[in-house]
């Protein structure tokens, strides 16, 4: 009995019941045996349990598995480029040839000032806040920007190689100037910028480029541009005749060319009566 009661005493799996092939051992208030290296349930004569003959079974698996860890989708605004920050209502970039002509020529007779810049140069990113306080300043002027990395064709038509580079436009006049400026330099950019900011009524049509500068667009393969030069014909007269300027020499269908004789010979243009 003594025997017996030690032997209940021991736990499953523990050295001393490990060792004895056949012993009783107590797991979980009932009383197993182990037998040849397993375990197996059986009835036991003195305390009623069951005894365990087989391998001992790993604790079943959940059913309910467990949840995943939530997935969190952190988004970030968009980092802006240097030389989109501080950017006045005045300032306006520009992403063709044809949005560049048209911005010049709907600009009238009011100052634009198109401001050629690169990503990569250092003195147009050290330049660029005080290109911006000049929009603030002057919210009448109209500035561009020009993109080089994203309008290299555009600028070599334009002749435009150097940076920061900047042109002045009003009205009629065209072109007013260009010129190279930094940080050092500023002073080129206040003289302008005083000179030409005074408001100027000008005659005659909208400038804008000059007329090389289009066509060098026009020929310009990777620019979707097209540009036709327009020819100067004076209006029709009355009587039917077209006056022809000597740039475009041409005659109407039915008209005449008749000499009279004079002092003084010259080419009459006839209505063909």
Not at 233 to 242: K, T, V
């Amino acid at each position: 009995m003594a025997a017996a009661q030690a032997m209940a005493k021991m736990s499953v799996g523990s050295p001393a019941c490990n060792r004895a092939a056949g012993s009783l051992c107590r797991w979980r208030g009932a009383v197993a045996v182990r037998l040849g290296g397993s375990w197996s349930w059986r009835k036991s004569p003195f305390l009623g349990g069951r005894m365990a003959v087989g391998p001992r079974r790993s604790r079943p698996v959940s059913r309910n598995p467990v949840a995943s860890p939530v997935q969190m989708n952190l988004s970030f605004g968009k980092t802006m480029k240097w030389w989109e920050k501080g950017l006045q209502p005045n300032m306006r970039a520009i992403h063709t040839a044809q949005e560049l002509v048209d911005s010049l020529i709907n600009a009238g007779d009011g100052l634009v000032i198109v401001d050629f810049f690169s990503p990569g140069c250092a003195g147009c990113h050290a330049l660029h806040p005080k290109i911006c306080q000049f929009a603030e300043r002057n919210p009448d002027v109209q500035f561009l920007q020009v993109n080089f990395e994203e309008h290299k064709s555009m600028c070599h038509s334009l002749h435009v190689h150097v940076f920061p580079f900047f042109r002045f436009y009003r009205g009629a006049q065209g072109r007013l100037c260009s010129f190279s400026c930094t940080n050092a330099t500023i002073k080129k950019f206040k003289d302008a910028l005083a000179k030409h900011k005074p408001d100027r009524c000008s005659l005659g049509p909208i400038k804008g480029l000059e007329e090389s500068e289009l066509l060098a667009l026009a020929a310009n393969r990777d620019l979707q541009f097209t540009y036709t030069k327009e020819q100067d014909l004076a209006p029709s007269m009355e009587d039917g005749a077209e006056v022809i300027t000597h740039d475009h020499p041409r005659l109407p269908a039915a008209a005449k060319p008749l000499v009279r004789q004079g002092s003084e010979d010259r080419a009459v243009v006839s209505s063909g009566r």
